[in-house]
């Protein structure tokens, strides 16, 4: 008798793991807020010792202090977001069949290890530790350490809508590379812009232009300066809105083709949502001379905004799967 194959068995949703990812997803922006917030404040350096906090997990009188409440907040956040992708590690390990899914969430948990590497080196090779006469070393972890946040977001985010429930009830979409390499250019635009307002924030070059849209107090759209500062701040901007216009023209384009599954095209809205948040509070920032707050909640959308775009990209490489019809009898 011929033997029959084999056929591998398909893959199948689990609550169990959609749940973990989304709880992580949100937590990550609890730790993004608490993280932002002590940058915001100038906190960073509010303990001189990592991974403890002045020798101890729990340092005396660190809820009297406003900067040790931030970061200690802050360190104890990236503990929880730290356990949670070591469960996630093994959960996906055990419940997952997709490999390919799998060593995206093993990527995650090195990811967070080498997030709070990142963490204790910018503390560590700070200059009130180190005796040195600039920062730059220091400053240039805590940018590798900003960026790196937004990597975990999007890692999750990936997670998270490759574990969803409609993922496995779609297939492969057939069309839309076109606009979803207009999606991919705006997610790009963002992370850059993201990256240079990190360089942004931590050289204090927030306020370097305090006019919008204008870049100078003489209606110029151009600086008339060459201060590091005012072009990072100029250069920020400037790619924000160009990823922002091209968030507006990814999604009427979603509309219009009608490509992909129905999710992209509902992200893809929100993005365009979310970015008019975004520079709403761009300006709010100049007009309160940098609210701690604001500046936080603006740092914190930027990553909303581009976990959402990135869930519109990926949910637009699948379409709805359609149900085969059934010949009648008669």
């Known amino acids: 008798m011929p033997s029959k194959s084999i056929q591998p068995t398909e893959p199948r949703p689990s609550p169990v793991l959609f749940w973990l990812t989304a709880v992580a997803l949100v937590w990550s922006g609890v730790l993004l807020f608490a993280g932002g917030f002590t940058t915001s404040i100038g906190a960073g350096m509010a303990f001189l010792d990592w991974p403890l906090s002045n020798g101890s997990l729990n340092p005396d009188g660190w809820l009297e202090n406003q900067d040790q409440i931030a970061e200690h907040s802050h360190r104890l956040a990236g503990m929880i977001i730290g356990l949670l992708s070591l469960t996630l590690a093994v959960a ?58 937004q990597g975990v977001v999007l890692t999750l985010c990936s997670l998270t809508v490759l574990s969803a429930p409609r993922w496995f009830r779609s297939e492969r979409a057939t069309q839309g590379g076109g606009v979803r390499t207009i999606g991919v250019v705006s997610l790009c635009s963002l992370i850059v812009a993201i990256l240079i307002g990190a360089v942004m924030r931590h050289n204090g070059a927030a306020l370097a232009i305090q006019t919008f849209p204008a870049a100078s107090a003489d209606g110029s759209f151009f600086p008339t300066t060459h201060q590091f500062g005012v072009w990072v701040h100029f250069l920020h901007r400037t790619l924000g809105m160009i990823g922002g216009l091209g968030i507006v023209l990814y999604t009427v384009a979603s509309f219009v083709r009608k490509s992909g599954h129905p999710y992209s095209r509902q992200f893809a809205l929100i993005a365009v949502m979310l970015t008019g948040l975004q520079i709403w509070l761009g300006w709010l920032i100049l007009q309160t001379a940098r609210n701690p707050h604001v500046a936080t909640i603006h740092m914190l959308n930027g990553a909303i905004l581009l976990a959402t775009l990135w869930a519109a990209i990926l949910w637009s490489t699948r379409s709805p799967r359609m149900e085969s019809s059934v010949p009648s009898n008669s």
């Open 92 to 149: 996906f390990n055990r419940l997952e069949k997709r490999r390919w899914v799998r060593l995206i969430a093993y990527f995650l948990l090195l990811l967070i290890i080498f997030q709070g590497i990142l963490g204790g080196l910018r503390v560590r090779l700070d200059t009130l530790n180190t005796g040195s006469d600039h920062n730059l070393i220091a400053r240039s972890f805590a940018i590798a350490h900003a960026m790196g946040a």
